[in-house]
């Protein structure tokens, strides 16, 4: 174990290039009225509301049980109006870009980008 990294399996992987998708210009200014829309509207004892830059994460499981279908409601409708897309995780809900970019399609372009167009008769990933 090592103070530098916290105990599991680690995989370091180099790549020589980085990648930045684009986003609309009002991405990001949309992005933070939400935040601070949903901050004022739905923060109570018990939230945690992360600030992802265009995404935002709000976790609800320590607020008292009787508010929960109220503020997730409300947060929804908040995230819908905005433009984003409502992502559902184990007592938390997150605001998506309007961005269709997810795991596979940045495999598919490290792939790409890596080994080259020819990637498919050279490479063999493994999905885990």
């Not at 509207?41 to 509301?49: N, P, Q, R």
């Not at 984003?84 to 372009?109: Q, Y």
Request: contains cysteine.
């Amino acid at each position: 174990h090592s103070d530098q990294f916290p105990e599991g399996v680690h995989h370091l992987l180099y790549l020589p290039f980085q990648y930045t998708h684009p986003v609309p210009a009002d991405l990001l200014h949309r992005a933070t009225s939400l935040f601070n829309q949903i901050q004022e509207e739905c923060s109570e004892d018990g939230v945690i509301l992360e600030n992802k830059g265009v995404q935002l994460t709000y976790h609800y499981r320590n607020v008292a049980e009787e508010r929960r279908e109220v503020l997730v409601r409300r947060v929804k409708e908040l995230i819908e109006r905005a433009g984003f897309r409502v992502g559902l995780a184990h007592h938390a809900i997150e605001s998506k870009p309007p961005i269709f970019w997810d795991k596979g399609r940045a495999v598919m372009f490290i792939l790409h980008h890596q080994f080259g167009k020819d990637w498919p008769r050279r490479v063999q990933p493994i999905y885990i």
